[in-house]
Structures are given as structure tokens and as C-alpha cells.
């Protein structure tokens, strides 16, 4: 997870329209016929014939870029990381120099908490990605530098290199201003390291490109409750809440804001729905045994 409660994402690299229909050809002759078909269900978002060619095509030629790269990612984004892994590191092999594969493999590190491993992947992204070539390779919403630069700084925060991850955050902002995704990590870092104004308005800016973002919903009620806007804190937890019902960073902070103001009867709920959401929240657990005194 990254700073806030929210995660380094892996990137998504195609548009999956929703009422795609698959167009089925089944005379194939070698790998790259597969591949090519592959790559066809991948756009139409036909997750099961993708997997099933890009398999196809590996079982023929286990060296297929593509074919490795895209059946990683579609498994990992399927929540089946560990099938994942050994083709992200297989396209890494296949073409080290690629800022792509970097930025896939070390996403997926970074899913799994592997923090150090994810900066090596990233770095070695950078190294090998340009000003010049800074449009090649695009992701769905973001080109690969700057999901780059995002991901390193979201893995250097959680490795508390404050510095170096705000110059990350930073450099992504200025190449693609309208990521909300780095506006809220840097938003995040702001808000614990005091800087509450600037915080507010990278809250702003990430929920202006993101409304339904809960990170940036949470963050902006964190940063009124400590400047003592009570009332606002509350609405942007409750949104934030709403967002994401499956969060439960919202409704540990709606409990610490209704116990701050004496109001028991309405903080137990949200402590309690903090349990049932994260039961190994010891913070909360301590917090809703004082509140049933």
C-alpha cells in the first residue's frame, strides 16, 4: 500500500472497453499469430482468450516479449500475483533496457511489499527512459516516465526517504500536472511533515482530476481536523467513507474526531467498522475498549 492507505498501482496499460465484443479467429499458424490475436482480446477486454493465446504463444516461443509482459500483467491485475511474477521478471530478461518492463515488474514488487527490489526496477526504468522518448510506451493514463517517478517516490515514502520521494512526486507533477495519483502521495508526505497549506492544495488538485478518490478525501480531512475545521474533517471522512467503503483509514479518523469531541455514542460504530475492516488494527482495538468503559 502506498502513503495514505492507498496503493502503488500497477500500471494499467490498455483501455478495457466494457461491452467490447471478442472478434474469433481460430486459424493460427505460429507464435506470432498468437501474440497478434492476443493482443486483439487484450484491447477488446476478453481477459480469458487473452490469457489462453498469450499462453499459446509462449509454449512456442517462451522469449515473447509481449506475450510475457501482458500475461503478467493481466494476471497480476486479476489479483493473481504470484502466477504473475515469473513473467514480469521474464520480460525484464528479455529486454532489461525496457522502462516499461521495469515499471511493471517493480509495480508488482511494490504490491507485495518489496520495497527495495521495487527502487532497484524503478531506477533502472529511469535510466533507461528520456525526454525524447517520454511519449513511447504509454500507459492508459500515463506515460511511463512519470509513472516512473511516481511509483519510485510512493516506494521511497514508504521507505521513509522523505526527500528523495518528494523530488520523485515532484518530477512526476511537472510531467504530467493532471496525475492525481502523485498530487495525493505528495499530499500525503506534506501533511506529516506539517506543510498543511500545500497539502490542502494537492488534496485539491488530486480530487479535481479524481472525485471519487477516498486517499484524497481522507488526506483533506486529515489536514482541516488539524487546523481545527471540525466540521469540514468530518464531511471529507464521510465522503471519503463513501468512496471507499472497503477503506478503513475514513473511519478510524472519524472516530478519533468524534472522540475528540466527547461524542462516544457515534465514535464505537466507526471503531468498529475499523475492526471488521482491518482486524489487526491495534490503535482502534485500544481505542474501542477505552470507548466502552
Known amino acids: 500500500m502506498g502513503p495514505g492507505g492507498y496503493a502503488a498501482n500497477i500500471p494499467e496499460f490498455v483501455a478495457l472497453p466494457t461491452n467490447a465484443i471478442a472478434k474469433v479467429r481460430e486459424q493460427f499458424l505460429d507464435d506470432y499469430s498468437y501474440v497478434r490475436a492476443a493482443d486483439e482480446f487484450f ?21 515473447d516479449y509481449v506475450a510475457q509482459h501482458n500475461l503478467g500483467v493481466l494476471l497480476y491485475g486479476a489479483k493473481r500475483q504470484e502466477e504473475a511474477m515469473p513473467h514480469l521478471q521474464a520480460a525484464v530478461r528479455i529486454e532489461p533496457h525496457n522502462p516499461l518492463a521495469r515499471l511493471a515488474l517493480g509495480s508488482a514488487l511494490s504490491g507485495r511489499g518489496d520495497l527495495s527490489n521495487a527502487i532497484v526496477q524503478f531506477e533502472e526504468g529511469l535510466r533507461w527512459v528520456s525526454n525524447e522518448t517520454a511519449r513511447q510506451g504509454e500507459t492508459a493514463q500515463h506515460a511511463v516516465p512519470e509513472a516512473l517517478h511516481y511509483n519510485l517516490g510512493s516506494a521511497l515514502d514508504l521507505t521513509g526517504n522523505l526527500t ?38 494537492h488534496f485539491a488538485q488530486g480530487l479535481k482530476f479524481q472525485p471519487q478518490s477516498a486517499p484524497a478525501h481522507n488526506g483533506l480531512g486529515m489536514v482541516r481536523q488539524r487546523q481545527n475545521r471540525m466540521a469540514e474533517a468530518l ?28 461524542d462516544r455514542d457515534k465514535a464505537i460504530p466507526e471503531l468498529r467498522e475499523t475492526l471488521r475492516l482491518a482486524p489487526s488494527c491495534e490503535p482502534a482495538r485500544r481505542a474501542l475498549a477505552k470507548a466502552l468503559q
Open 235 to 262: 464531511a471529507c471522512f464521510q465522503e471519503a467513507a463513501q468512496c471507499d467503503p472497503n477503506d478503513w483509514h475514513p473511519h478510524l479518523n472519524l472516530a478519533n474526531a468524534y472522540l475528540s469531541g466527547g
Open 164 to 201: 528523495n520521494a518528494e523530488q520523485h512526486y515532484r518530477i512526476a507533477l511537472q510531467l504530467a500536472p493532471a496525475y492525481p495519483e502523485a498530487h495525493i502521495g505528495l499530499g500525503t508526505l506534506l501533511l506529516r511533515t506539517g506543510r498543511l497549506e500545500e497539502a490542502e492544495e
Open 43 to 63: 484491447s477488446e477486454g476478453d481477459g480469458k482468450n487473452v490469457a489462453e493465446k498469450y499462453r499459446l504463444t509462449l509454449s512456442m516461443n517462451p522469449d
